[in-house]
C-alpha cells in the first residue's frame, strides 16, 4: 500500500492547486463558483466569523447540490499571493482571480448587523447578507440580499445560496422548499465554532472547536467530517470511522467521507465494511481510485468478483503500475503466476524501481506462490488514498453525460 497520508497541510493544498489546474485544463469549470469571504460591515469587531462562514456555508450548499466550488485551500493560497487579504484585491483582481481559476461565477459580498437596543447580538440581532453574483462569462453582475435573525443563520444562509443558484442556471434548480428539505439548519453557535475550527492555527484548536460545534449540534454535518479527517491523517482509524460514518448524506463530503471510512475499515480489518463503504461510493462516482479499493476489499473478503472489478480499472487506466501491481498480486495470490508474471512486467515497464513487483516476479519465475503463514507475502496490496482525483474523474463523467 504505496500511497501513503495525503490530505495533510501542504500536500493537500498542492493537490487542491493541481485538481483545479486539471479541471480548468479539461474545461471542466462550467457551472463552478469561487466565492470569497464576506466582508464586515457591521461595525462591530470579532465577527469576522461571519463573513468566513457566509462564504464556506454557501460554497457548502451549492456544492452539495452538484456545483463544483473552488476549495477555501486553494482560494486562500492564491489570495495570499495577491497580497494576503480580500480587501487588498481591486474589483479587477478579483476577476483576474476567478478568471485564472476557470470559474464561471465570482461570489462576493459583505454582511451587516442590527441590533435591538441594549440586547446582547444572539439571538436578538439581525443579519444581512449580501451577496454579488458576477457572472464571469458576460461580466454581468447581480446583487443578491437575504435578511432574518442572527440565530437563524444558517438558514439564511441556504436561502441564499438557492438563489445564487437559481439566478446562475435557473433551468436546473430545484424549487426553494425542494432545496431546503433534508438540509436541518445549524445552530448558529455551533456554526461559529465550526467556522472558528476553520480557521484555527493548530490542530488542537481546530478539534477543540470541531468538537464543540458537534456537541453543540449533534445534528451538524460538517465538523463530523473535519473530526473524522482529522483522526485519518492521524491514522486513527476507528475513531475517524465513528465520526466519517456519521456524515449526512446532504453533506457535500458525503462520498468523500465513505471513501475514508472505506480506507478505515480496511485498515481495521473490517472487509464486509469496507466493502459496502467503497460499493455505495462506486455507485455514484465510479471513479478509478474507488474501483481499486473496492476490487482489493473484495479480496479481503474473498468475494469472486474482486478480480471483475480490477480488471475494469487496469484495462481503463493501463498506465498506473499500481493497478497493474494489484492485478499481478491478485492473480499471483490465486495462484496464476503465469498471469501474474505478465501483469508484474508491466507494472515494471511502468516503474522499473518497484522492488516488489520484481520481487514477486522473481517468485513467479522460480513457480514460488504465496506461503502458508508467511506475513511477508501479506499486505502488498496498493490501496488509493487520495479521493481528489476521483473528484476529477466524477467531473469528468458529469461533463461527458451533460454533453
Not at 481546530?206 to 454535518?221: C, I
Request: one cysteine or more.
Amino acid at each position: 500500500m504505496r500511497d501513503g497520508p495525503c490530505y495533510t497541510g501542504r500536500v493537500r493544498r498542492f493537490i487542491a492547486l493541481l485538481s483545479l489546474t486539471v479541471a480548468g485544463a479539461a474545461g471542466l469549470a462550467a457551472q463552478e463558483f469561487l466565492i470569497l469571504p464576506f466582508t464586515n460591515n457591521s461595525g462591530v469587531s470579532g465577527l469576522d466569523w461571519l463573513g468566513e462562514g457566509a462564504s464556506e456555508m454557501l460554497g457548502e450548499f451549492l456544492a452539495a447540490s452538484g456545483s463544483p466550488v473552488v476549495s477555501r485551500d486553494v482560494r486562500d493560497e492564491l489570495i495570499q499571493r495577491r497580497g494576503g487579504a480580500v480587501a487588498a484585491l481591486s474589483k479587477a483582481g478579483l476577476l483576474k482571480l476567478g478568471e485564472e481559476l476557470g470559474c464561471a461565477y465570482l461570489v462576493h459580498g459583505e454582511f451587516g448587523l442590527s441590533r435591538i437596543e441594549n440586547a446582547p447580538l444572539p439571538p436578538q440581532g439581525n443579519v444581512r447578507l449580501t451577496a454579488r453574483l458576477i457572472d464571469l462569462d458576460r461580466y454581468a453582475s447581480r446583487a443578491l440580499e437575504e435578511e432574518g435573525p442572527l440565530a437563524q443563520l444558517s438558514a439564511i444562509q441556504a436561502r441564499l445560496a438557492w438563489r445564487l443558484l437559481r439566478h446562475a442556471r435557473a433551468e436546473r434548480v430545484p424549487p426553494k422548499e425542494q432545496f431546503l428539505e433534508g438540509r436541518p439548519p445549524a445552530k448558529t453557535e455551533a456554526l461559529e465554532s465550526y467556522v472558528r475550527g476553520i480557521q484555527a492555527a493548530t490542530p488542537e484548536q481546530k478539534h477543540r472547536h470541531f468538537t464543540q460545534a458537534a456537541l453543540l449540534d449533534p445534528e451538524f454535518s460538517e465538523p463530523r467530517f473535519q473530526l473524522g479527517l482529522m483522526q485519518w491523517e492521524e491514522r486513527l482509524y476507528r475513531g475517524a470511522a465513528q465520526w466519517l460514518e456519521r456524515v449526512a448524506a446532504h453533506d457535500s463530503h458525503y462520498f468523500e467521507a465513505h471513501f475514508l471510512l472505506g480506507l478505515c475499515r480496511y485498515h481495521l480489518g473490517d472487509a464486509a465494511g469496507a466493502v459496502e463503504a467503497f460499493d455505495r461510493v462506486a455507485r455514484a462516482r465510479p471513479a478509478n481510485e474507488v474501483l481499486n479499493n473496492l476490487a482489493l476489499s473484495r479480496l479481503l473478503a474473498k468475494d469472486h468478483r474482486a478480480w471483475q472489478t480490477l480488471w475494469k480499472v487496469m484495462e481503463a487506466e493501463a498506465d498506473d503500475a499500481d493497478y497493474q501491481f494489484n492485478a499481478g498480486y491478485l492473480l499471483w495470490k490465486q495462484g496464476d503466476l503465469q498471469g501474474a508474471q505478465e501483469r508484474f512486467r508491466a507494472a515494471l515497464k511502468l516503474d522499473p524501481s518497484d522492488l516488489d513487483a520484481q520481487l514477486l516476479l522473481e517468485r513467479c519465475l522460480g513457480n514460488n506462490g504465496p506461503r502458508r503463514g508467511d506475513l511477508s507475502d501479506e499486505g502488498l496490496e496498493r490501496l488509493k488514498e487520495n479521493y481528489q482525483s476521483a473528484g476529477i474523474n466524477a467531473w469528468k463523467t458529469m461533463r461527458n453525460e451533460a454533453e
